[in-house]
């Protein structure tokens, strides 16, 4: 049996989940489930469990994190379930289990066990899930500098440019003016952070959002930004990027 934990602010949300993980998996064993934080947060740490399933929006305002923030650094094997679709990146399905959306089916929840089932040693990356929820919600780029994070919202971000094993982040201030900042993250992070934020890699050293792209110069393989400001298309990318840009230029 798979000892299990619901976290879901939604009564209703809780109880058919339940139905549908009778469906699903007769292995399932719920030995808890709760509607209100602090009393998961009171409980949780004293139970037997393997499996938790938790929602991302909890009651009073709070958020997954206020659970999450009580384990240091990872948690146990995690399935997210919620109504927000907006901010299942890719990214987030490398540290929890899997991540469902309401109302739960029967088919993807049983899928979602049986990747349990094959990686039991799965664990969540907190810090990686905050980045991620931050992008989803919020529409806010994290760029960890020396000593501190801090957050862009995506639009303002123009480009972003390797610098060996640091990305320079070229973004628009709220006056207008084109700023930079230094991150500790190289540029495969933040490829990988924004696939799903309209930015494409047009170069081995250059990631662009494809929001500020003004013109694409076949001839000299350039990308023309705001303000004319020229990036050079790798040849073997500039199908691809023609082709991811097609549908702003149509």
Do not use: C, W
């Amino acid at each position: 049996m798979i000892n299990t934990i619901i976290v879901d602010d939604d009564r209703v949300d809780i109880d058919f989940l339940k139905k549908q993980l009778t469906l699903a998996e007769p292995d399932i064993n719920v030995i808890a489930e709760f509607n209100i934080l602090q009393d998961a947060k009171t409980a949780i740490s004293s139970l037997n469990y393997q499996l938790l399933f938790l929602d991302i929006q909890l009651d009073n305002g709070q958020t997954a994190f206020d659970l999450l923030d009580y384990y240091p650094g990872t948690f146990p094997s995690l399935i997210f379930v919620t109504s927000y679709e907006k901010y299942a990146l890719r990214a987030l399905r490398l540290n929890a289990i899997d991540y469902l959306l309401k109302p739960v089916d029967k088919t993807e929840l049983k899928a979602a066990i049986d990747k349990y089932r094959h990686n039991k040693l799965n664990i969540v990356s907190i810090p990686e899930f905050r980045s991620d929820y931050n992008i989803a919600k919020f529409d806010l780029l994290d760029i960890s500098e020396a000593g501190s994070i801090s957050y862009l919202p995506i639009e303002s971000v123009m480009y972003l440019n390797s610098d060996i094993n640091y990305t320079t982040i070229h973004f628009i201030s709220e006056n207008g003016e084109i700023k930079t900042k230094t991150s500790t993250k190289n540029l495969g992070h933040y490829e990988y952070r924004l696939q799903d934020s309209g930015f494409i890699r047009i170069h081995q050293s250059y990631l662009v959002n494809g929001r500020h792209v003004r013109k694409i110069l076949k001839k000299s393989s350039e990308m023309l930004l705001k303000n004319n400001l020229a990036l050079p298309i790798a040849r073997d990318r500039k199908q691809d990027v023609i082709r991811f840009m097609s549908p702003i230029f149509a």
